[in-house]
T-cell receptor, first 113, second 118 residues
Framework: EDKVVQSPLSLVVHEGDTVTLNCSYEVTNFRSLLWYKQEKKAPTFLFMLTSSGIEKKSGRLSSILDKKELFSILNITATQTGDSAVYLCAVEDFTGTASKLTFGTGTRLQVTL | ETGVTQTPRHLVMGMTNKKSLKCEQHLGHNAMYWYKQSAKKPLELMFVYNFKEQTENNSVPSRFSPECPNSSHLFLHLHTLQPEDSALYLC?????????????????FGAGSRLTVL
């Protein structure tokens, strides 16, 4: 059974800090790993990672995948209060005919002034 | 706005009521999903439709009944629910699920319907 474990479950940081969120996984037929940000509404897509060692970057957010050690990290530099959200990690299992996403429980990030 | 619209946003119902959740997507996607999100638990996949055909039912109790009349609309009919069914129900859509290239399963979510069962 596919499994995704995110850590920490929650954290509180001060504005301006840098944070690293972790996602480790076990999946039978790995095809991709996805990060989503969920505020009080729809989870919104951040990154899709398919290859090890290639950093994806969008503004202050970046992410990288290690397919050998089966984990990914999401970095947020110079955090702002608008970064407060639950960050979800999901892995895609693709059998060749259909894909399936397994989500972690998420990391709740709170950025304070 | 994500392009996936869910109504109602909030719903309170008794255990004997019958209600429906509605989802509509304007993204040209062909796959639609229902997920359940409970506190401190991972998103749980409930149903998947690919080109209007149900392709996955994750052992969901029969008191939840999905309907997909076309690739743009998805319903979740609710009947004799239990208090433990209270949760956020998220609808999502994506490109067809059998695409070979990665990225087919990048889901676009709606804002969810917050359900409370009394």
């Amino acid at each position: 059974e596919d499994k995704v474990v995110q850590s920490p479950l929650s954290l509180v940081v001060h504005e301006g800090d840098t944070v690293t969120l972790n996602c480790s996984y076990e999946v039978t037929n790995f095809r991709s790993l996805l990060w989503y940000k969920q505020e009080k509404k729809a989870p919104t897509f951040l990154f899709m990672l398919t290859s090890s060692g290639i950093e994806k970057k969008s503004g202050r957010l970046s992410s990288i995948l290690d397919k050998k050690e089966l984990f990914s990290i999401l970095n947020i530099t110079a955090t702002q209060t608008g970064d407060s959200a639950v960050y979800l990690c999901a892995v895609e299992d693709f059998t060749g005919t259909a894909s399936k996403l397994t989500f972690g429980t998420g990391t709740r990030l709170q950025v304070t002034l | 706005e994500t392009g996936v619209t869910q109504t109602p946003r909030h719903l309170v119902m008794g255990m004997t009521n019958k209600k429906s959740l509605k989802c509509e997507q304007h993204l040209g996607h062909n796959a639609m999903y229902w997920y359940k999100q409970s506190a401190k638990k991972p998103l749980e996949l409930m149903f998947v439709y690919n080109f209007k055909e149900q392709t996955e039912n994750n052992s969901v109790p029969s008191r939840f009944s999905p309907e997909c009349p076309n690739s743009s609309h998805l319903f979740l009919h609710l009947h004799t629910l239990q208090p433990e069914d209270s949760a956020l129900y998220l609808c999502a859509s994506s490109r067809p699920r059998d695409r070979v290239l990665a990225g087919a399963n990048v889901l676009t979510f709606g804002a969810g319907s917050r359900l409370t069962v009394l």
